[in-house]
């Protein structure tokens, strides 16, 4: 029989990890902070995607250039005010100018449809809609994508970074310096190694924005089909995988150095100036995405810098001026910079998890 003074085992790393993460989650579901947070990022993102699509129903007429050859095909399409040409080069000419905001062009040998739909950068949603099969769409010059369309999608994906990352990093320190203020971390700390506390507090907090961020990316795209945006949808089907692809890798970056953060502070009232740092890096890249979206050299800049990549490179996946490996790079290089900051994050939160009283310096937490 075992003795009852016989010492209790601490669960495995694994289990103790689990168990933080699984007590993280918990809290955040039964906050009505959280809640309200989410609901109203919902509500922004449906709002967008809906006032998106009665703008676009609302154009009375589309001015397009047809080549004469094809004419037959649009005959009975409504909304469209018809400039007829000879030819291709003439449509082209027309579209370049401005005079028309598209052409309909004979398509190439072998196409499934008869046409093919000519535009500067952004073909014209109603117009393509409005074909039983989507003809090939060629784009003269990408990089003039409209002006409201681009500004639009970089605040939408810097709304989404800003308001995520605001949500959850702020919580995870307050967290932390929750406990040590209580001095729960002591109880804690007595059951479970000191890693698995941050581990867990970084994965609990992780899976609950990974979620949300699914969430809002499948509303969106639910919410485009629903509206009949179909052309806006196939543009941004990508970028959007990709900005979940760098959010994930980012926020368990930016979920360590704010567990670290915590752990620096013994009262909450110090805990606004030592985030500082930390928030400056959520900041920067929202207003940088909303100045500078129609930087082509700013935005491949934020694109490799690991801050600001899950905003910059999905922005520039949107406009077409990233080659297909770029984002192969920036996100390699965001996961480098994650482990450094994971590495980084777990020192300072071991070294200082027990220092109460002022607060601890970045170097003294560094060196231990």
């Known amino acids: 029989m075992e003795s009852a003074t016989a010492p209790r085992q601490s669960p495995r790393f ?25 609901g109203i990022l919902f509500a922004f993102v449906l709002g967008g995607v809906i006032a998106g699509g009665i703008f676009s129903k609302s154009v009375a007429t589309v001015p397009v250039a047809v080549v004469d050859s094809v004419s037959s095909t649009i005959e009975n399409i409504n909304g469209l005010e018809v400039t007829t040409v000879d030819d291709r080069r003439e449509a082209e ?42 003809p090939d769409v060629v784009m003269l010059d990408p990089s003039e994508a409209s002006g409201s369309l681009t500004y639009l999608i970089a605040i939408g994906f810097g709304m989404i970074f800003f308001v995520s990352g605001m ?18 971390v002591e109880i804690l700390m007595s059951a479970v190694p000191v890693s698995a506390l941050m581990a867990g507090k970084v994965i609990g ?11 809002i990316a499948g ?21 959007l995988l990709w900005f979940v692809a760098f959010f994930i890798v980012g926020f368990v970056l930016l979920a360590a150095l704010f ?12 805990l606004g100036s030592a985030m500082t740092p930390v928030t400056m890096l959520i900041m920067l890249p929202y207003f940088a995405i909303i100045f500078f979206n129609d930087n082509p050299v700013a935005l491949t800049v934020m694109s490799y810098i690991p801050f600001s990549a899950p905003v910059g490179m999905p922005m520039r996946l949107f406009l077409g001026t990233a080659e297909w490996w770029e984002p192969l790079i920036a996100l ?17 939160y071991n070294n200082s998890l027990l220092k109460v009283g002022s607060r601890v310096s970045w170097s003294e937490a560094i060196k231990g």
């Not at 168990?19 to 902070?33: G, H, N, P």
């Not at 905001?101 to 109603?126: F, L, N, Q, R």
């Not at 509303?219 to 970028?239: D, E, I, R, Y």
């Not at 450094?340 to 777990?346: K, Q």
């Open 259 to 270: 567990a670290a953060v915590g752990a620096m502070v013994s009262r909450q009232e110090d």
């Open 14 to 38: 694994a289990r103790s990890v689990a168990l933080v993460a699984e007590r993280e989650i918990m809290a955040r579901l039964r906050s009505k902070s959280f809640l309200i947070t989410t």
């Open 332 to 348: 390699v290089i965001l996961l480098v910079t994650a482990g450094g900051a994971v590495l980084l994050g777990s020192r300072i």
């Open 93 to 134: 000419k027309l579209v370049i100018s401005g005079s028309v905001d598209a052409a309909i062009v004979p398509a190439e040998e072998g196409s499934p449809v008869p046409v093919t739909i000519i535009a500067v950068a952004e073909a014209p949603s109603s117009l393509v809609q409005v074909f039983s099969i989507r």
């Open 205 to 215: 907090n992780s899976i609950l924005a990974f979620a949300q961020i699914i969430a």
């Open 167 to 184: 949500t959850f990093g702020p919580m995870i320190a307050q967290s932390v310096v929750e406990e040590k203020q209580t001095r729960i």
């Open 219 to 239: 509303l969106a795209v639910a919410g485009l089909a629903v509206t009949g945006q179909t052309a806006l949808l196939s543009l941004l089907s990508s970028p």
